[in-house]
């Protein structure tokens, strides 16, 4: 069995869970969400509960992959995870284990997108 988070490599995700959890995020996971416009970016927050965490594995599963141990333990132990997606189409995810601090986070960016709507 591979061990360890394993890297995507180069291309649109720093790792393999990062991209199933997208993967899953896109087809209506996501809780919320804000956009640059024009294509300037995306932010998605996906909060990770039993069904969640169910459906990214049903995402592996249909890949014929199956996640590593450890990256088992990061879906299992993060509460949260935010995606933000550049203009560029990288995707980069961080992964929160306290509820708080990714709803800490995500206050944050929504105030961040306030403001821009203000100045407009």
């Known amino acids: 069995m591979l061990k360890g988070i394993r890297s995507y490599g180069p291309g649109k995700f720093d790792t393999i869970i990062d991209g199933y959890v997208y993967d899953f995020a896109i087809d209506g996971g996501v809780d919320e969400e804000e956009s640059y416009p024009e294509g300037g970016g995306w932010y998605g927050l996906v909060m990770l509960d039993d069904s969640a965490r169910e459906a990214i594995r049903q995402a592996v599963h ?3 992959d199956e ?4 990256e088992e333990d990061l879906l299992d132990d993060s509460e949260a995870i935010i995606l933000f997606e550049r203009s560029d189409g990288i995707v980069e995810a961080d992964w929160f284990s306290s509820r708080k601090e990714a709803l800490d986070e995500w206050a944050g960016i929504q105030e961040e997108f306030e403001e821009e709507g203000e100045e407009d």
């Open 62 to 64: 249909y890949t014929d």
């Open 67 to 70: 996640l590593t141990e450890e």
